[in-house]
Nanobody, 124 residues
Framework: VQLQASGGGLVQTGGSLRLTCAAS????????MGWFRQAPGKEREFVAA????????RYADSVKGRVTISRGNAKNTVFLQMNSLKPEDTAVYYC??????????????????WGQGTQVTVSS
């Protein structure tokens, strides 16, 4: 199983980025998917999640209204559109695949698979 995250980069405050996670080696449509992030010196935290069929989405309060998660089951991909970025959004962003309810609950425990992370840096 591989989760390949991409799309990170350096952006100014107020800018936008679209992260992509491409999954392979698993039955993608059977997994809830999510994004977490980890800033230097901080614990990994939940950002957003989407159910296996795409009917349910969850967002951390810190990103609600600025971030949209979506998925394309035909291409085994999940996206994270981030707008109005702030310096506090700077972190390594990880995608996660979960057959149970951890990711939809915003929990990093019991996640089945993690991607390798993509760096997002927002300059002030």
């Amino acid at each position: 199983v591989q989760l390949q995250a991409s799309g990170g980069g350096l952006v100014q405050t107020g800018g936008s980025l679209r992260l992509t996670c491409a999954a392979s080696g698993l039955t993608f449509s059977g997994y809830n998917m999510g994004w977490f992030r980890q800033a230097p010196g901080k614990e990994r935290e939940f950002v957003a999640a989407i159910s296996w069929i795409g009917s349910t989405t969850r967002y951390a309060d810190s990103v609600k209204g600025r971030v949209t998660i979506s998925r394309g089951n035909a291409k085994n991909t999940v996206f994270l559109q981030m707008n109005s970025l702030k310096p506090e959004d700077t972190a390594v962003y990880y995608c996660a695949a979960d057959r149970r309810s951890s990711v939809l609950a915003g929990m990093s425990e019991d996640i089945d698979y993690w991607g390798q992370g993509t760096q997002v840096t927002v300059s002030s």
